[in-house]
T-cell receptor
Framework: KNQVEQSPQSLIILEGKNCTLQ??????????LRWYKQDTGRGPVSLTI?????NTKSNGRYTATLDADTKQSSLHITASQLSDSASYIC???????????FGKGTTLSVSS | GAGVSQSPSNKVTEKGKDVELRCDPI?????LYWYRQSLGQGLEFLIY????????KSGLPSDRFSAERTGGSVSTLTIQRTQQEDSAVYLC???????????????FGEGSRLTVL
């Protein structure tokens, strides 16, 4: 069964600290993996899209890694800011169809 | 438009009433998706439109749900005889390419929050 599991479910960190969010998937055959940021009450916004051949991709203070062999991805946030407080959603597409499989997200709270 | 536009942003209705939610995708985007997001849950796929192809309706939870896309642009999601369990945020997204055609980055609207009393 195609699944995307994210951990932790929620996380609280102090402003300025780094953090890493995890995403494990069982989707096969794999096509690409996406990370989205969703602010409260807003729609998700794309952070990165990674294909099979990409191991790492950065977008400002956000760096995503992908290990297609172990079917794991991580999103690392450097020098966190209060505005990073949001839900971070991992999404995986398989090659077999049009479906995108969404994780339930990790809720990050950055406090001062 | 500059982004995906959804209306209404909030809708409160009584159980048993019909509701219509509207999505205006980014101009030129051929693919359009509807998702449902319940509190504390991940996004649940509802329906996918790609160009002139028959829509993928595999995610619609019951026959009370339907959607259409007129002229390859604006889409309307209709929920008939609403139930309390229909309460959720309904998100629309569009992409230049369908997810079958490359990365197909999705651009989401802000959502329509439906509350069924």
């Amino acid at each position: 069964k195609n699944q995307v599991e994210q951990s932790p479910q929620s996380l609280i960190i102090l402003e300025g600290k780094n953090c890493t969010l995890q995403c494990n998937y069982t989707v096969s055959p794999f096509s690409n993996l996406r990370w989205y940021k969703q602010d409260t009450g807003r729609g998700p916004v794309s952070l990165t899209i990674m294909t099979f051949s990409e191991n790492t991709k950065s977008n400002g203070r956000y760096t995503a890694t992908l290990d297609a062999d172990t079917k794991q991805s991580s999103l690392h946030i450097t020098a966190s800011q209060l505005s990073d407080s949001a839900s971070y959603i991992c999404v995986v597409k398989n090659q077999a169809g049009t479906a995108l499989i969404f994780g339930k997200g990790t809720t990050l709270s950055v406090s001062s | 438009g500059a982004g995906v536009s959804q209306s209404p942003s909030n809708k409160v209705t009584e159980k048993g009433k019909d509701v219509e939610l509207r999505c205006d995708p980014i101009s030129g985007h051929t693919a359009l998706y509807w998702y449902r997001q319940s509190l504390g849950q991940g996004l649940e796929f509802l329906i996918y439109f790609q160009g002139n192809s028959a829509p993928d309706k595999s995610g619609l939870p019951s026959d009370r749900f339907s959607a259409e896309r007129t002229g390859g642009s604006v889409s309307t999601l209709t929920i008939q005889r609403t139930q309390q369990e229909d309460s959720a945020v309904y998100l629309c997204a569009s992409s230049l390419l369908g997810t079958s055609g490359g990365t197909g980055e999705l651009f989401f609207g802000e959502g329509s929050r439906l509350t069924v009393l």
